[in-house]
């Protein structure tokens, strides 16, 4: 079992910043295992958003959903099992509840998906 802790989100005005971060725990051959981490929000009403992966390896490229390109940089830190999405220039259209996930390889080589509790963030003057 993994499991994922989010942390920082709150309030904050239009052109502010914050800063996610996701503690990813769970037993060694799935910390071993996870082979990608990254977020996602949700506005009620609506679909589940991709905002940002990374894969595992340090030389992997992030891939940003369209709506938060050039405006959020997501990290890894692999020794801390940790991810982080930091979020510039915020608008009132990125309040939403955000959510780590985590994609890991079980020991029969397929793939599961967890999920956070979710963290909200709104923009708001």
């Known amino acids: 079992q993994v499991q994922l802790v989010e942390s920082g989100g709150g309030l904050v005005q239009p052109g502010g910043s914050l800063r996610l971060s996701c503690v990813v725990s769970?037993?060694?051959?799935?910390?071993?295992?996870?082979?990608?981490m990254g977020w996602y929000r949700q506005v009620p009403g609506l679909a589940r958003e991709l905002i940002a992966i990374?894969?595992?390896?340090?030389?992997?490229?992030?891939h940003y959903g369209d709506s938060v390109k050039g405006r959020f940089t997501i990290s890894r830190d692999n020794a801390k099992n940790t991810v982080a999405l930091q979020m510039d220039s915020l608008t009132p259209e990125d309040t939403a509840v955000y959510y780590c996930?985590?994609?890991?390889?079980?020991?029969?080589?397929?793939?599961?998906?967890?999920w956070g509790r979710g963290t909200q963030v709104t923009v708001s003057s």
């Open positions: 769970g037993s060694i051959f799935s910390i071993a295992n996870i082979a990608f």
């Open positions: 996930n985590t994609i890991v390889r079980n020991s029969e080589g397929s793939l599961d998906n967890y």
């Open positions: 990374i894969g595992s390896s340090s030389g992997g490229s992030p």
